[in-house]
């Protein structure tokens, strides 16, 4: 992956007709289903199609703010031009296509992935407070990239070798998240209820984030540095190459979810309801576990860990769409979360400033009110 850059860096390698059509082909399929989804809602008059075309319409205009914004500041007539490419400016031309439209484009994968993981996790555990990495996925990405950069210069051959692979870090939190999704599952099949997968969850997070202190104290400065910044998320550091790995897995992901949204709708009554409905328990378990692992940990290998937005999106969708059924609520969160992270970026970016905030601390801002206000409408 490359680090976050600003829009002036030099681009040196541009994409070619056939590498642009493999990156977007991917990227095409998982917006496919998505609209095909929503078309669906929108010709029903039953279902509250209107919310979700508001969704998909801020989704576009915070699309089209996103990339407009920046160290450089396009006007929106050059954005529309350099996208026809009928653009002759190369600066704005190498702006847009190699840093901006990237970045854009990881906010709305990242977005729609954590929200509908945290969707599927407050399902199935029935409890609004639940997000996607509430089962270690995310700890366990940060205990093996942990290892990675604070454990590279201890002397290590191997460690050294494998950080200096530019996909080192992404590679090492897919596999921390693998690992973990691996031990929930074999779990998952000796436990004979939710709130002991939920248990054991939280231990596995807390003994990896145990470890991951540990090396941190151990670790030289240079190195927590890199890795402080690496945990407070970013979404500027994915190129063209990174994106079509991250919308292939995202759709096979959001495959998985939308084929549970029957099984989804049966657990909101509980286990036992939905076991009465002829729902195998186990199997249905293991695909939305499946789902979830495979779209957070797939975000946290080449976005770091972002956090709030699989917690709260689903709560600020529920705002404006009155209902439970997940084959309304599960595309409207995807559009919701990808509103959230583009509208995080944008305040993010500090529009006329050449600073950067970190992204975890703009969705943590408006992620906190969030779950103030859930325990509270609770009590």
Not at 138 to 153: D, E, F, H, P
Not at 260 to 273: D, T
Not at 331 to 350: K, R, Y
Request: charged share 10%; glycine share 8%; proline share 4%.
């Amino acid at each position: 992956m490359r680090s976050p850059a600003s829009d002036f860096q030099e681009v040196n390698n541009p994409l070619t007709g056939e590498q642009s059509l493999c990156i977007s082909f991917p990227v095409c399929a998982l917006i496919g289903v998505l609209c095909r989804t929503i078309s669906k809602l929108v010709i029903k008059t039953n279902h509250p199609g209107k919310p979700i075309l508001i969704l998909f319409a801020a989704v576009a205009v915070l699309f089209l703010i996103n990339i407009s914004l920046g160290s450089v500041k396009i006007p929106p007539s050059a954005v529309f031009s350099t996208l026809t490419g009928q653009s002759q400016d190369s600066i704005w031309n190498d702006i847009l296509w190699h840093f901006r439209l990237p970045k854009a484009v990881t906010c709305i994968l990242a977005g729609a992935a954590l929200a509908s993981g945290g969707l599927m996790m407050q399902t199935l555990f029935r409890n609004p407070l639940a997000g996607p990495d509430v089962l270690g996925l995310s700890s366990g990405a940060s205990l093996l990239v942990a290892v990675v950069i604070l454990a590279s210069r201890s002397g290590s051959v191997l460690l050294l070798h494998i950080s200096t692979n530019p996909w080192s870090v992404a590679l090492a939190a897919s596999t921390g998240s693998i690992l973990v999704f691996l031990l929930v599952i074999g779990l998952a099949q000796r436990v004979s209820d939710n709130v002991s997968l939920l248990i054991v969850g939280l231990m596995i997070s807390a003994t990896a984030s145990a470890m991951v202190s540990i090396l941190q104290f151990l670790s030289k400065a240079d190195d927590l540095q890199a890795f402080m910044i690496w945990t407070l998320g970013s979404v500027g550091g994915t190129a063209w190459r990174e994106i079509q790995v991250l919308a292939i897995i995202l759709l096979i992901g959001s495959i998985i979810a939308f084929r549970s949204m029957k099984s989804l709708n049966a657990w909101l009554l509980g286990e036992n309801y939905a076991q009465s409905l002829g729902i195998n328990i186990k199997r249905s378990r293991f695909w939305i576990v499946l789902s979830t692992s495979l779209m957070t940990g797939t975000v946290t290998a080449f976005c770091g860990p972002i956090a709030f937005v699989g917690l709260a999106v689903p709560h600020l969708v529920r705002l404006l769409i009155n209902t439970s059924n997940h084959k309304i609520l599960l595309p409207a969160v995807m559009l919701g979360g990808a509103s959230l992270i583009l509208l995080c970026d944008i305040l993010a970016q500090l529009p006329g400033s050449t600073q950067i905030l970190p992204l975890n601390a703009v969705t943590s801002l408006i992620g906190a009110p969030v779950v103030i206000w859930v325990v509270m409408r609770s009590r």
